[in-house]
T-cell receptor, first 113, second 117 residues
Framework: DQQVKQNSPSLSVQEGRISILNCDYT??????FLWYKKYPAEGPTFLIS?????DKNEDGRFTVFLNKSAKHLSLHIVPSQPGDSAVYFC????????????FGAGTTVTVRA | GAVVSQHPSRVICKSGTSVKIECRSL??????MFWYRQFPKQSLMLMAT?????????EQGVEKDKFLINHASLTLSTLTVTSAHPEDSSFYIC?????????????FGNGTRLTVT
């Protein structure tokens, strides 16, 4: 049962424009959400996270928005750069002292020059 | 810089042999590490939680006798794929958290590409 869903398998965006990646979750016990970036044959790299007590977190070009009532979060990348071309995974973790993450299926972002 | 180191980055082995993958936390102690697996164009699936000094906790459907995990020290966890078969070919990734804080992200190693021929 997929508790974290990324319904868009791919996204193509012009360099300099905004990339918006979406993620939905079903488990209302999730309280910590993360975005990872992954290049082929490499491990995921942590990008940005947000706890359930916030609705926005910003770090440089990356901003994550959380809508708890809709069980939805999004990652905004602006401006998009060619080096942002990668697979982006949304992940979530539940309450308790359990560090296990549930991952979405990933969205492949291609930034066009 | 990297906080989790994984070795080897890729390995090819013959069917029936065993392969050991090492995961090390760099400059921090990790009482818990996690082993994930990724099939091509799919998401990361948690295989097991490696606990220092105690038995690993395996996710449903993961054979503990096939995927042996040892977490003998606070900086090293190993995953041994025993009697490997072609269907075990996959990308294996370990991860650890820098702290035990509730909102501390997992950091991942660079993964190991296992090909069983």
């Amino acid at each position: 049962d997929q508790q974290v869903k990324q319904n868009s398998p791919s996204l193509s965006v012009q360099e300099g424009r905004i990339s918006i990646l979406n993620c939905d979750y079903t488990n209302s016990m999730f309280d910590y959400f993360l975005w990872y970036k992954k290049y082929p044959a490499e491990g995921p790299t942590f990008l940005i996270s947000i706890s359930s007590i916030k609705d926005k977190n910003e770090d440089g070009r990356f901003t994550v928005f959380l809508n708890k009532s809709a069980k939805h979060l999004s990652l905004h990348i602006v401006p998009s750069q060619p080096g942002d071309s990668a697979v982006y995974f949304c992940a979530a973790r539940g309450l308790g002292n359990d560090y296990k993450l549930s991952f979405g299926a990933g969205t492949t972002v291609t930034v066009r020059a | 810089g990297a906080v989790v180191s994984q070795h080897p980055s890729r390995v090819i082995c013959k069917s029936g042999t065993s392969v050991k993958i090492e995961c090390r936390s760099l400059d921090f102690q990790a009482t818990t590490m996690f082993w994930y697996r990724q099939f091509p164009k799919q998401s990361l699936m948690l295989m097991a939680t490696s606990n220092e000094g105690s038995k690993a906790t395996y996710e449903q459907g993961v054979e503990k006798d096939k995927f042996l995990i040892n977490h003998a020290s606070l900086t090293l966890s190993t995953l041994t794929v025993t009697s490997a078969h072609p269907e075990d070919s996959s990308f294996y990734i370990c991860s650890a958290s820098l702290s035990r804080g509730k909102f501390s992200p997992l950091h991942f190693g660079n993964g190991t590409r296992l090909t069983v021929t």
